[in-house]
């Protein structure tokens, strides 16, 4: 059976950033249905004054509480983190969500559909992958830039086997 997708958006998010983001993803992934969900106020709670950057593993626990029986995909504005790493594109736990954020993804719907195709990779069982693929890992801006922004046959393949 084919998971339900709520993507909820960070009120500071272009709208013309995620023009159209739910036939795109629908054209990848075999989701059942896309609730998208605009204007959202993100928790004070999750933001690190210090680091000025959100915590996205605090985010995605956010996330998950506002789309309980659904797989979760928040994107926002402001630069993120997680401890250990000095910024993150997105992260994702698997049957939980993903939180995605546009802070260096250069204003690019592309490279933001590129970055939220990876991040739901993960949510679908797949690691990083060496071969051209969009499940290569990223460690800076110029590396997720020249990633491929399609899965190999190899993930791909998972994929498509992937009950959920
Ligand atoms: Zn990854
Ligand atoms: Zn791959």
Known sequence: MSPDLTILVDSKVS??????????LLEVFS????VLVESILLPHSCWDKS???????????FAKS???NEIA?????TDAYVPGLNFVFGVAARDQGIVVSTFRLENDPEF???????????IFGLTHCSLPCVMT????????????????????????????
């Open 66 to 68: 506002k789309a309980s």
């Open 15 to 24: 709208p013309s950033l995620i023009k159209n983001i739910d036939q795109l």
């Open 31 to 34: 989701f059942n249905n896309i």
């Open 73 to 77: 995909a928040l994107i926002i504005a």
């Open 51 to 61: 680091r000025h950057q959100y915590n996205a593993s605090c985010l995605l626990s």
């Open 112 to 122: 933001l559909l590129k970055e939220i195709t990876h991040e739901l990779g993960h």
């Open 137 to 164: 890992f990223s460690n800076s801006v110029w590396e997720a830039r020249m990633k491929s922004n399609i899965f190999c046959e190899k993930c791909w393949d998972k994929i498509s086997q992937e009950k959920y």
